[in-house]
């Protein structure tokens, strides 16, 4: 306490005493905070380059060799361990100390274990380790090896923070645990990241490197391949480990493994056995579950598992018919399930930090080996030839055993007795004092004996450690022998696997295999997508499987042919247009009903589909527009190569009209306009000129009021035109049949309209090849192959097609290639009641040839 009765003069004449500095405070926080960073750097948060330790990994190792604490004897209590570090050597707090020794406990995060722990010290799951008090701790076999020899002075030793112990400043360390296990830490102004790798291919790369110091990093990879990390995955790519092992900075990619299994419902089960180094199954389990309460990743009915006794089993139940490789690609690109682990080789060299690339940081560990063994081999060489000194003063004096006794029983006291003896017999004092305390016993002949022997023993390892230490070739094939031992105990196969050929950053479509696909939609707007081969091909005339299960209040409306990986281009009664890769549709059955297009594209409320357009090339092409009043526009294609998920104005529809149909046209192609009254005109595509994206158009075709557009083809399609009525009459016609005029005519007739034909529902241009699917307005579904179906003269009723109920229409027609490999093909009554026997043929024909006289 200071004293009261002090007076100002006292001060005053103190402040005199006192000497002051004079420093700019820029320097000195400068200063300051350099010699705090370089006690970060060096004390703390870097491992030194020759044994891959922090001092705080050093010391808990160095503390549990000290207590005693090696594999050969029992666990011990972890608080004792911990009390042992911070009390003599690492004077911080005893969390860092535990967690510390328990991470080197955990095969999760050690690629080698140096801790042999007993009880809960964690898990991959995310499970933190049980209190110090709980668990029991020993070094493991193979952090025993990391402290051999340590007591022959082969590494430096100096004093602890209160000068009470001494710690050494680096382990002796024949297991290269740097590169093996790795290491991470965070500087001031810098950072450290190194991976673990494999300690069989590390071994031979030693081997290459020792002897053949000029070899290229090349040499290395043929045997180090790269990381091997404890929790295994994959390692995507290969270019981060060509940068770290060249320059000791580089970035690896990461990915989990996995296996999926589908079952006859539609849903997978996906099974997650290995993940990312350092990645917990709880941070993962809680990430997916964000993204799939968020609808971020859809498709995913439940998760859950984690670490067993067999290993890790995290599971993910996906809903029916999704994609397990697509949701997994999703994961990898949003979750932990896939990442980069940093590269940056930064270590301690001669106590300053530096980026290290692989053949440096492992010429380091050659060169602290080499250091140990010359030390070892020095230590061992002086103990050697000081026994070697003393045998042979042992040996002098049984060779003068009755002199030695007289000599000893005339000294008064022990002091005089070695005196005596290094006179009479030129000894050292060390030799007499050896003579001296030497027991009777050891002065009859066996005695003798057994010191000639131990002397000729010596006198070869004396010869051997001198060759040791001369020879560079003999210290490398002892670290050899060495490493042979280490590799016979604790070599292992590789965890990680590397695939140099995939790709980190994958498209979720690459995962989808191009498929034909049949799209459908129903006036309500329910989409769904079918394999191709779900309708069988029938014969004409027969009634069809059930296509499309719908509402009783909701008919099939589209079927369209395309595959997986085609844009699908959706144009609505408003004039807009949407986008989807076929494969974005959702898989249905032939029963299902599908989903609402508003699930699948962002159309407004309100907003109905009216044309549903495949795409797969924008260049050298055009869209052809048709309205349901007969109205054209042509578009060129390149316009539309660009929707955003809200859309795009395609058309400016007038009041009252609507969009009927798009088609893709060519410069020099005819378009083909087909109408409900059985009219057809034909004109050059030429004769609608090209018009921006939002104009409104031209006149195609003339129609009356109550006549609507329905048929939209060009010459590209074929040169027979297709026409079948309501009630599923239809024919082939040759295209020369209809005249070519101008665009705005009313046309020729291409079906005579019937009660029993039904208005004209499709007309379109084919090949006559083709597969045609019809869609019934009850969801009824045929496929037939159109050569069975007669080419006849455009004024006629045409042939039966298939049979259709009292009340019931068809609906929709798609052409597609026909798959020539038909074996399920079925055999459908044919039907002779309608226009198919042959005097009906007949009567067509002459009615056909009776309006060309007219």
């Known amino acids: 306490m200071a004293d009261k009765n002090i007076t100002v003069e006292e001060i005053r004449e103190n402040l005199k005493k006192t000497k002051l500095n004079d420093r700019a405070i820029v320097k000195e926080l400068e200063t300051s905070f350099l010699e705090y960073a370089m006690s970060v750097i060096v004390a703390r948060a870097l491992p030194d380059a020759r044994d891959g330790f922090k001092p705080v990994h050093r010391r808990v190792l160095y503390a549990a060799y000290a207590l005693g604490m090696t594999s050969d004897k029992p666990h011990k209590k972890s608080a004792r361990l911990v009390g042992e570090v911070i009390g003599k050597y690492h004077p911080h707090g005893d969390t860092a100390a535990y967690d510390t020794m328990a991470r080197m406990a955990q095969d999760f995060s050690m690629r080698y274990p140096l801790i042999d722990g007993h009880g809960n010290f964690g898990s991959i799951g995310g499970d933190r380790p049980a209190a110090m008090r709980y668990t029991e701790a020993r070094l493991s076999k193979l952090a025993d090896t990391m402290m051999a020899n340590i007591e022959k002075d082969t590494v430096d030793f100096v004093d602890n923070y209160d000068g009470s112990e001494i710690e050494p400043t680096v382990l002796p360390a024949t297991f290269p645990n740097m590169l093996c296990n790795g290491s991470s830490g965070i500087a001031v102004g810098m950072a450290t990241n190194i991976p673990p790798h494999n300690l069989n291919e590390l071994v031979e790369a030693i081997r290459i490197v020792a002897h053949n110091p000029h070899c290229s990093i090349s040499d290395i990879k043929t045997v180090l391949k790269g990381p091997d990390f404890p929790t295994g995955a994959e390692i995507i790519g290969g270019s981060g480990i060509d940068d770290y092992f060249n320059t000791g900075r580089g970035s690896v990619t990461l990915r989990a493994k996995y296996s999926y299994k589908t079952n006859s419902n539609g849903k997978s089960i996906i099974t997650i056995t290995e993940i990312p180094y350092m990645v917990t199954t709880e941070n993962l389990e809680n990430k997916i579950t964000d993204l799939a309460n968020a609808g971020t990743i859809e498709g995913i009915a439940n998760l859950g598992g984690g670490p067993t006794r067999n290993g890790l089993r995290f599971i993910i139940e996906t809903k029916k018919d999704i994609v397990p490789e697509v949701l997994m690609n999703q994961l990898f690109k949003a979750t932990q399930l896939q990442t980069n682990f940093s590269v940056n080789m930064l270590a301690l060299v001669g106590g300053e930090p530096k980026v290290l690339n692989v053949k440096e940081a492992i010429q380091i560990y050659i060169d602290h080996q080499i250091n140990v063994l010359t030390r070892k081999a020095t230590f061992d060489l002086k103990k050697a030839k000081e026994r070697e000194h003393i045998l042979e003063g042992l040996h002098i004096a049984v060779s003068h055993i009755d002199e030695v006794i007289a000599t000893i029983r005339k000294a008064k006291s022990n002091e005089e007795t070695i005196q005596s003896l290094m006179k009479k017999f030129k000894l050292s004092e060390i030799q007499a004092k050896a003579i001296s305390d030497m027991r009777l016993g050891a002065l009859n002949g066996l005695g003798r004996q057994k010191i000639e022997e131990e002397l000729e023993l010596l006198k070869k390892t004396i010869i051997e450690l001198s060759e040791i230490l001369k020879s560079y070739d003999r210290k490398v094939s002892i670290m050899e022998e060495e490493l042979n031992h280490l590799l016979k105990k604790f070599g292992d196969e590789r965890k990680t696997i590397i695939d140099t050929s995939a790709v980190a950053d994958i498209d979720d479509e690459d995962l989808i295999p191009v498929e034909d696909i049949i799209v459908t939609m129903s006036s309500r707007g329910y989409l769904k997508r079918l394999p191709i081969d779900t309708y069988r091909v029938q014969r004409r005339g027969g009634v069809g499987v059930i296509g499309l299960q719908t509402h009783e209040d909701d008919d099939v409306e589209k079927i369209i042919a395309t595959s997986t990986h085609t844009d699908l281009l959706f144009f609505t009664d408003a004039g807009k247009v949407y986008r989807v890769r076929g494969h974005q549709i959702p898989l249905g059955s032939r029963q299902s009903k599908g989903i609402p297009a508003i699930n699948v594209i962002n159309i407004e409320k309100g907003e109905k589909i009216l ?47 609507k969009l009927y149909k798009v088609i893709k046209v060519r410069e020099g192609q005819e378009i083909y306009l087909g109408a409900s009254n059985g009219n057809m005109v034909r004109f050059n595509e030429n004769q609608v000129r090209s018009m921006g994206r939002t104009a409104a158009g031209v006149h195609g075709i003339n129609l009356d009021d109550k006549d609507v557009v329905v048929g939209l083809s060009n010459s590209s399609d074929g040169n027979l035109i297709f026409s079948v009525g309501a009630k599923g009459v239809g024919k082939l016609t040759p295209v020369e049949e209809y005249r070519l005029t101008k665009r705005n005519a009313k046309g020729v007739r291409t079906l005579k309209v019937t009660p029993k034909t039904g208005k004209l529902i499709y007309v379109g241009a084919v090949k006559g090849d083709e597969d045609a699917l019809m869609i019934t307005t009850t969801g009824k579904v045929i496929r037939f192959s159109l050569t069975t179906v007669s080419q006849i003269g455009r004024s006629t009723s045409g042939v039966k097609l298939m049979n259709v109920d009292d009340g019931e229409k068809v609906q929709s027609i798609t052409m597609f290639i026909a798959d020539n490999n038909s074996d399920d093909l079925a055999e459908a009554p044919m039907d002779t009641d309608l226009i198919e026997n042959e005097e009906q043929l007949k009567e067509q024909a002459q009615e056909e040839k009776n309006e060309k006289i007219n």
């Open 611 to 657: 044309s549903i357009l495949p795409v797969d090339d924008y260049t050298n092409a055009a869209l052809f527009f048709t309205t349901v009043k007969g109205i054209s526009k042509k578009t060129d294609l390149i316009e539309f190569e660009r929707i955003n998920r809200s859309g795009k104005i395609a058309i400016t529809l007038k009041e009252s009209d």
